[in-house]
């Protein structure tokens, strides 16, 4: 089955930066969509950025501008960049793949997650 595993969380200091990766790995035909999400305890998981198979890339309005999300198709990477971390940054952040899967088909992947943290 195909597996997401997250890398890169930790602690970081108001203003600063940290990068977080997630590699897919096995019988993978087509990576569709990578997308970060993040959650708090006791709200939704949201939306953080999406990078599309096209190229595009989508963003939540809150870390435009300050997060960037890319991907690499050959080794099925997807990486955020944040940059001016803030306390409402942290979270528990998730990486999604949406793919084809050889025997499967598309199915959907979560990661099991990686905390970032921004003490205030």
């Known amino acids: 089955q195909v597996q997401l595993v997250e890398s890169g969380g930790g602690l970081v200091q108001a203003g600063g930066s940290l990068r977080i990766s997630c590699e897919a790995s096995g019988r993978i035909l087509r990576i569709n969509i990578m997308s970060w999400y993040r959650q708090v305890p006791g709200k939704q998981r949201e939306l953080v950025a999406r990078f599309n198979s096209g190229g595009t890339t989508n963003y939540a309005d809150r870390v435009a501008g300050r997060f960037t999300i890319s991907a690499d198709s050959a080794k099925n990477t997807v990486s955020l960049q944040m940059n001016s971390l803030q306390p409402d940054d942290t979270a528990v952040y998730y990486c999604?793949?949406?793919?084809?899967?050889?025997?499967?088909?598309?199915?959907?992947?979560w990661g099991q997650g990686t905390l970032v943290s921004v003490p205030s």
């Open positions: 999604y793949a949406n793919l084809f899967e050889i025997g499967r088909g598309n199915v959907e992947v």
